[in-house]
């Protein structure tokens, strides 16, 4: 097990409509969304993206996700969501999120965190070894 590469990403996105309720607060299913939004920034700044992944034959599958709510979202807040990969293994990964919404005078209100839990499999679903290349640049070594 290697702990994460330490690296963090900021990804930047306003709360849409389409993503709250009729109180216009943020739905709770659509923290997984943004923090795929944030994952996917995340892998590109490493230089591996998802879709190099799957090219050279790997999936990362979601084995498990967490998401604490702390204070809602509202339609049209600037939120700022914190990435890291927290734990790497040769199979498994985990992430781990933070979302602020961020004030008009630049000042940050945490509004929730979470974690997501991931498998490496081949393109037949079964769990595989992520080569070592791929496991220098999650770990920020590449």
């Known amino acids: 097990m290697v702990s994460g590469g330490g690296q963090e990403h900021h990804t930047e996105l306003r709360v849409r409509y389409a993503e709250t309720d009729a109180m216009a607060v943020a739905h709770h299913a659509t923290y997984p969304v943004w923090f795929e ?5 995340l892998m590109h700044a490493l230089g591996l993206p998802y879709t190099e992944m799957e090219t050279r034959g790997y999936y990362l599958m979601l084995s498990g996700l967490h998401v ?4 809602a979202a509202r339609y049209d807040d600037r939120l700022d969501i914190t990435t890291r990969i927290t734990e790497i293994r040769s199979r ?3 992430f781990a999120y933070e979302v602020h919404r961020i004030g008009a005078d630049g ?3 945490l509004l929730a965190t979470g974690e997501t839990h991931h498998i490496a499999t081949d393109h037949q679903y079964r769990p595989s070894r ?3 290349d791929v496991l ?3 770990a920020g070594e590449g």
Do not use: H, I, S
């Not at 939004?37 to 920034?41: P, S």
């Not at 604490?68 to 204070?71: D, E």
């Open 37 to 41: 939004v944030a994952r996917t920034e």
């Open 68 to 71: 604490q709510y702390r204070r």
């Open 92 to 94: 498994t990964l985990k």
């Open 107 to 109: 000042t940050r209100e």
């Open 130 to 132: 992520m080569p070592d």
């Open 136 to 138: 220098a640049l999650l």
